[in-house]
């Protein structure tokens, strides 16, 4: 369980985050999204006390990370900035880490076969490709058995075998019921893994809501229907639960609540000539890409709609 | 995606195993720099410089020293040293060697990266500092009594039935050798505590080597009355003055010296300590 409340960080003028309020919950894989430079590694900074906050909290199972007797074991955290000495073989880094916890030699050689090390455990780290200093990153953020893992860009540069593990890792440590924070400026990842999402832009939340409302609420079962009546095919259309929009004087109405074989069905009882029907379908890609790119066009208004609130 | 939807409500309040207490505790942030310390071929290879300079070094001057006599053309310089003098030649390079590798100690890990990884597994931060200067405060200081004691009776035997002879058993031997020792440690807490504070490997080299090296030159710029006051205080003649066989008014004494010296390195200590809690890593 991680909770942030107005978290704020400043450097001189820039706002890096800006008021965020989240809570990632427990037992399920939260994304959190953004342009590069939203904010979201100096998020993930603060959460476990590498920065300090400008205004703000954040804490960790109830916490603040640095107030923990054990904060390995609450947060395990692979950050985006390589967090190895290059000098240092695999194995001893794990070890380092666990002795100042406890943590017997037993978890490290279980780490280090969990992510597929054993090869190279001895090896120094600086020789590693990145995909294997990728899994020797989520090994030491591993180590503690931590009930919550916060991965920042974890699939950055790995090959698809590498991205396919990662996926499955999640899921699988969503499972178990930890609660699992993973970072991305790519939707399409995303949408594999992720249940919930926080998006940010600009230090900003643009949204929290899980991956079925971001689609609709961007639009995602609009229907576009172009008619020579526009005004009579939007009384024939009208119903609880339907919403129809379009421009005065235009032809174009964008249905939702209705199929556009439904809104085909009922055009042809009442002999209202159609010229178009289509559905549009949004990615979340395309989603995404709206949200944020209102983030940046209209960035320090109120105008952005957060489709947090309809969820 | 409908399956993680489904072990999600199987699961709601994450009700998980009893886990395993660990704990962090001083003692173990201890041995984990002991660890992190021994890990690095870099630690191994400066330490092994350090006695080197410390025992080959002495040997040469004690070579030279005695070549000198026996040829009858010894420098005037010369003319007043002891076998002690002659086995802490040493000192000042294996000061350089112990100094540069505190500095690595501490600012490597901001310039790889490894800080962060330390500072998730002890967020108090405070006692990773404690711990990395005393670790390698007491490294240091091993290597460093071995080098002297191992030099001194073998510059005492190359250069007995010189002037400069001098035995174990001469009164404050042992106590400059001790001295000695003490020195070279408390320069590897500073180059731990500078390398700490800066954050940066050529910075804390360069403020060591200024502190340590340059700086007792440019006072010498100052006009006389100003020098006699400050000169004594600079943490190279402090140091000095922890070792010296012979002290006299415009020196400290051991006891003064070692004090002097131990607030120099409480001084960098401090600076580290306050950057490390202030500001983000």
Known sequence: ?311 | MSTVTEIDSAAPAAVRPARPPYKVTGRRVLRSEWAKLWSLRSTWITLGLGLLFLIAFGLIAAAHYKSSYDGGHLRPDDANSTALDISLFGTNFAQLALGVLGVLVTAGEYSTGMIRSTLAAVPRRLPVLWSKAAVFGVVALGVSLVGVFVAFPIVSGIVSGTPAALSFSHAGVARSLLGAGLYLGLVGVIGTALGAWLRSVAGGISVLVASLMLVPGLIELLPSSWQDNISPYLPSNAGQAMFALTHDSTTLSPGAGLLVFLAWTALALGGAAYRLVKTDA
């Open chain 1, 1 to 311: 369980m991680i909770e942030a409340q107005q978290l704020t960080k400043r450097y001189g003028e820039k706002t890096a985050v800006d008021r965020l309020d989240f809570v990632v919950k427990p037992g399920t894989v939260t994304g959190f999204l953004g342009p590069n430079g939203a904010g979201k590694s100096t998020t993930m900074r603060m959460i476990v006390g590498l920065d300090a906050p400008t205004s703000g909290t954040v804490t960790v199972n109830g916490r603040p990370y640095a107030e923990h007797v054990a904060p390995l074991q609450e947060v395990g955290a692979l950050l985006e900035a390589k967090s190895i000495h290059p000098g240092r073989s695999a194995f001893d880094h794990l070890m380092a880490q666990a002795y100042t916890h406890g943590i017997p030699r037993r978890r490290v050689d279980e780490v280090i076969e969990l992510t597929g090390l054993q090869s190279v455990a001895k090896k120094r780290a600086g020789a590693f490709s990145l995909g294997m200093g990728q899994r020797l990153g989520i090994a030491a953020a591993l180590l503690g058995d931590p009930a919550t893992v916060m991965l920042d860009e974890p699939v950055n540069g790995l090959d698809p075998e590498g991205v396919l593990w990662i996926r499955n890792l999640l899921t699988g440590l969503a499972a178990d019921g930890r609660t699992v924070f993973v970072s991305s400026h790519l939707m399409s990842e995303m949408a594999l893994v992720a249940d919930h999402l926080i998006i940010v832009g600009r230090g900003r939340l643009l949204a929290d809501t899980t991956v079925r409302d971001l689609v609709r609420t961007a639009g995602g079962d609009t229907v576009t229907v172009a008619s020579e009546q526009p005004a009579r095919l939007r009384e024939v259309l009208a119903g609880p639960g339907v919403e129809i929009t379009g421009e005065v004087g235009s032809e174009e109405l964008h249905v939702t609540g209705l199929t556009a074989r439904a809104i085909g069905i009922r055009a042809a009882e009442h002999g209202i000539p159609l010229f178009e029907l289509s559905a549009r379908t949004v990615s979340l890609e395309q989603a995404f890409m709206d949200l944020t790119r209102d983030a940046v066009e209209y960035h320090g208004t109120t105008t952005v709609e957060t489709p947090g609130r309809a969820a």
